[in-house]
């Protein structure tokens, strides 16, 4: 099992930053790739970002190009996902996952967090 925990969350201004935080524990956490996902009210959820389990590789949803940044530490066993010029369409609870493919599927994830709340008011 591999346990994962989202923090960083919270209220920002359209056009504010929010870093998310995911700790992983429990299994090794730099053999898995990473990915952010997303789901607003009343749709499904979606693909934000994914790292690749080295950190060496990146993807990212065309709507947050340039603004969003994913990252990983191995180290320290955690990824995060900069947000920058934020939006009140990136308003969604926000989840990191974990699997052995590097996808953008969600299906291809074995484990998730329990979810993070970003809103962003205009």
């Known amino acids: 099992q591999l346990q994962l925990v989202e923090s960083g969350g919270g209220l920002v201004q359209a056009g504010g930053s929010l870093r998310l935080s995911c700790a992983a524990s429990?299994?090794?956490?730099?053999?898995?790739?990473m990915g952010w996902f997303r789901q607003a009210p009343g749709r499904e959820r979606e693909f934000v970002a994914v790292i690749l389990s080295s950190g060496a590789s990146t993807a990212y949803t065309d709507s947050v190009k340039g603004r969003f940044t994913i990252s990983r530490d191995n180290a320290k066993n955690t990824v995060y996902l900069q947000m920058n010029s934020l939006k009140p369409e990136d308003t969604a609870v926000y989840y990191c996952?974990?699997?052995?493919?590097?996808?953008?599927?969600?299906?291809?994830?074995?484990?998730w967090g329990q979810g993070t709340q970003v809103t962003v008011s205009s």
């Open positions: 429990g299994r090794t956490f730099s053999r898995y790739h």
């Open positions: 996952a974990g699997g052995s493919l590097y996808s953008i599927s969600r299906v291809s994830y074995d484990y």
